[in-house]
């Protein structure tokens, strides 16, 4: 037989570095059998870098799949040694850190229901003092960077080196299309504020469904992420957990065939200029854009004082509504989209009320 080559620390943070970093596995670790199909499946794409799987599962209710616990630790030890992949699980306490590392785990990684919470955290980040083990660290189930930046905080005081983060979308009541809302601009903001952090997009609990994974995979490169983990599972429908949202290997593979991976050659000087002159252009016309948006808040000062002097009302709803229906036809004659109008008529509106409010109060 074959021998294949087990990761080492080294190895490790090799593949911690590598770009894109694929990570995936399924929802939960169920059977021996389960986690080895999978795991051999995975690897067999040649395009997973890490295998994931909830060992310990946080679940809204009691009485459903809380996960298999340490019993099946021993089965990832065998997945890694079978594939050669490096592994990854949650942990959420640290008996479970204790537990994680006593069989090898590589990676781990807190969940969104734990990075909510500053104790759990702080006990996860205790049992890892002192230890050599990178750290992925989900974004919270609600969006609040400050929890976030918390987490973070917490384990780089434990002396982690590697943290990246995993972005995993927020909760909003009520939300349909997606199960969590990705609030790009949240996990965007979240990267500027580390910019040396790895970031890496987890398509399925965002998603919820298997139908658009591609699609959020394929923004989650175009914004530059460093990677993905998806939920990966040997026969999706019968899985324990998260079963809507997980697919096949064979459906990973695909998946990641088609995904358009961002030009590797940043380096290129040409590419570089190119961009730059763009760049400048958007300025200049960013620049004129706030100038005529200024002379437009003085023409409405003038209104403003004219109406003082004739004692008319500031809002006229006729005369709005005038504006924004002609701006939407012209907008979808010159590529603009309504919603798009919308809130930029509400804004201009809003400052200019503002302006001639300040007049009429003078
Ligand atoms: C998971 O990765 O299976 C999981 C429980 O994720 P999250 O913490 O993002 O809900
Ligand atoms: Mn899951």
């Known amino acids: ?67 298999i616990g340490a019993k099946g630790l021993p089965w990832l030890q065998q997945a890694k040694k079978l594939t050669g992949l490096p592994t990854t699980v949650e942990v959420a306490n640290g008996k479970q850190v204790q537990d994680a590392l006593t069989f090898d785990v590589d990676v781990l990684w807190i969940g969104a229901r734990t990075t909510v919470n500053p104790f759990s955290v702080q006990e996860v980040a205790d049992a890892l003092r002192g230890v050599d083990v990178p750290v992925l660290i989900k974004n919270p189930i609600n969006p609040d960077l400050e929890l976030w930046s918390g987490a973070v905080e917490r384990v780089a005081r434990a002396g982690i080196k590697q943290i990246g983060l995993i972005h995993r979308g927020f909760h909003t009541y009520g939300n349909t299309e997606y199960r969590n809302a990705p609030m790009w601009h949240l996990a965007i903001e979240m990267k500027l504020r580390n910019p040396e952090m790895m970031i890496i997009n987890d398509p399925s609990h965002i998603s919820g469904r298997r139908d658009n994974l591609s699609e959020i995979m394929q923004k989650a490169i175009d914004l530059d992420y460093d990677g993905l983990m998806i939920e990966s599972h040997i026969d999706p429908d019968k899985a324990w957990s998260d079963a809507k949202q997980q697919v096949t290997p064979e459906r990973l593979n695909e998946i990641l065939e088609k995904i358009i991976w961002r030009r590797e050659d940043v380096n290129s000087e040409e590419y570089h200029a190119a961009l730059e002159k763009l760049r400048q252009q958007i300025n200049h016309l960013d620049d004129e854009l706030m100038q005529i948006l200024s002379q437009r808040m003085r023409i409405a000062e003038q209104i403003g004082q004219y109406k003082k002097e004739n004692n008319i009302t500031i809002l006229q ?3 709005w509504n005038e504006i924004i229906e002609k701006a939407f036809a012209k907008g979808d004659r010159i590529g603009l989209s309504k919603e798009f109008i919308m809130k930029y008529f509400d804004a201009v509106h809003m400052e200019s009320i503002n302006h001639q409010k300040k007049v009429m109060d003078a």
């Open 1 to 67: 037989m074959q021998t294949i080559e087990q990761p080492t620390k080294e190895t490790v943070l090799q593949t911690w570095n590598k770009r894109p970093l694929i990570i995936s596995g399924p929802c939960s670790a169920e059977t021996e059998e389960q986690v080895l199909a999978t795991a051999k499946a995975l690897a067999a794409t040649g395009k997973v870098d890490m295998i994931r799987a909830g060992i310990w599962k946080p679940r809204t209710k009691p009485g459903m799949f809380e996960g």
């Open 317 to 319: 709803t006729n005369r």
